[in-house]
């Protein structure tokens, strides 16, 4: 479905952004991912050929646009974007520390417009491409505990919405994925009770796969979905309906 395609995901190193990198070598793409720390999964994950891995901050501007010159030096050419680093520091407002809103917006938000702005260039200079933006069901509906994320996320929407409009032109699809409650080491933190409620609110049932969110990223970034654009897709077995 990729073959001759390059593709950045950043935060690709665990959990969904791991998913997707993985279906986007099956289906024949080039992947460049970024990863903050995590040296050991992200060697398990990258090979010389198909897959490679850079250690970057997503949250500097410079380190993204170093990052994505080398990849485009190594590939030729940048198809895919797939904006899905991201952190969550979850507190009440009240007990919200400064550095805990930056944390998150600048990782969340405007990491997603550093890797952004310097590839969109090359996707108009190509006049093709596809950019996915993971976002939340917390960017709709809002969490507490979560305004900070919420905040983040709810900003990805409108980032995705008004990109496309300056981008459809030129060919290049901007969309995003609304998820839910993933099986990630995000999730994997929650207690058992917190869990237990999550899931009475989930008319599925169950959380959601990385392996099925990909499937689903797969699509929207594929020509399959070359008519969509500036559309916020909920995949969240059903929680925020």
Do not use: C
Request: glycine share 10%.
């Amino acid at each position: 479905m990729f073959s001759g395609k390059v593709a950045i995901v950043s935060g690709g190193s665990r959990g969904i952004g791991r998913a997707i990198v993985q279906a986007l070598a099956r289906e024949g793409a080039k992947v460049a991912f970024t990863y903050l720390q995590n040296t050991t999964h992200a060697q398990e994950l990258a090979n010389d050929e198909t897959i490679v891995g850079f250690q970057a901050d997503v949250t500097s501007f410079d380190r993204a646009k170093d990052l994505v010159k080398q990849v485009k030096e190594r590939f030729g050419r940048i198809d895919i974007l797939v904006n899905n680093a991201g952190i969550t520091r979850d507190k009440l407002v009240a007990l919200m520390s400064e550095k805990d809103w930056d944390d998150v917006l600048d990782t969340n938000l405007k990491g997603s417009f550093n890797l952004t702005k310097h590839t969109v260039g090359i996707m108009l200079r190509q006049r093709s491409g596809s950019i996915l933006n993971i976002t939340s069901i917390s960017g709709i509906v809002g969490m507490a505990g979560q305004v900070n994320y919420s905040s983040s996320k709810a900003g990805m929407i409108g980032f995705t919405k008004a990109l496309a409009k300056e981008l459809g032109k030129a060919n290049v699809t901007v969309n995003a994925l609304a998820l839910g409650f993933v099986e990630t080491d995000m999730t994997g933190v929650l207690n058992a009770e917190y869990r237990a409620k999550a899931l009475e609110q989930i008319p599925l049932g169950r959380f959601g796969k990385p392996e099925e969110i990909a499937e689903i990223a797969l699509f929207m970034l594929s020509q399959k979905a070359s008519y969509m654009t500036g559309q916020v897709l909920q995949v969240d077995g059903g929680l925020a309906i």
